[in-house]
């Protein structure tokens, strides 16, 4: 499957941006899907995670409350909501994705074998 995500820019401290990822090439919803983020110096760290069908979620405790992870099968498409944006949260913001037959989730990085190219999301203070 190929990846494609938008939606990053730049946005002040409070702010809100959506963040999408569409998928091509094969079927979206045999795949687990996930985001993960990297700041520069950083390693990259996983952000959130959805199952094939959206039921199960997870979220990293740095973005819970602020962060939704949600998708939408019919389009392809996974989107992380971000808001109550703060400067620690400025990365690259790239979406993973893993086959699977099951509805669990992942949430680390090697356990995923596409990616998209990342989008870059700025939060100003």
């Known amino acids: 499957v190929q990846l494609q995500a938008s939606g990053g820019g730049v946005v002040q401290a409070g702010g809100s941006l959506r963040l999408s990822c569409a998928g091509s090439?094969?079927?979206?919803?045999?795949?687990?899907m996930g985001w993960f983020r990297q700041a520069p110096g950083r390693e990259r760290e996983f952000v959130s995670t959805?199952?094939?069908?959206?039921?199960?979620?997870e979220h990293t405790d740095s973005v819970k409350g602020r962060f939704t992870i949600s998708r939408d099968n019919a389009k392809n498409t996974v989107y992380l909501q971000m808001n109550t944006l703060k400067p620690e949260d400025t990365a690259v913001y790239y979406c993973a994705a893993r086959s699977s037959v099951t509805g669990a989730t992942y949430t680390a990085a090697p356990q995923y074998n596409y990616w998209g190219q990342g989008t870059q999301v700025t939060v100003s203070s």
């Open positions: 959805i199952s094939r069908g959206g039921v199960r979620k």
């Open positions: 090439g094969d079927t979206f919803s045999d795949y687990v």
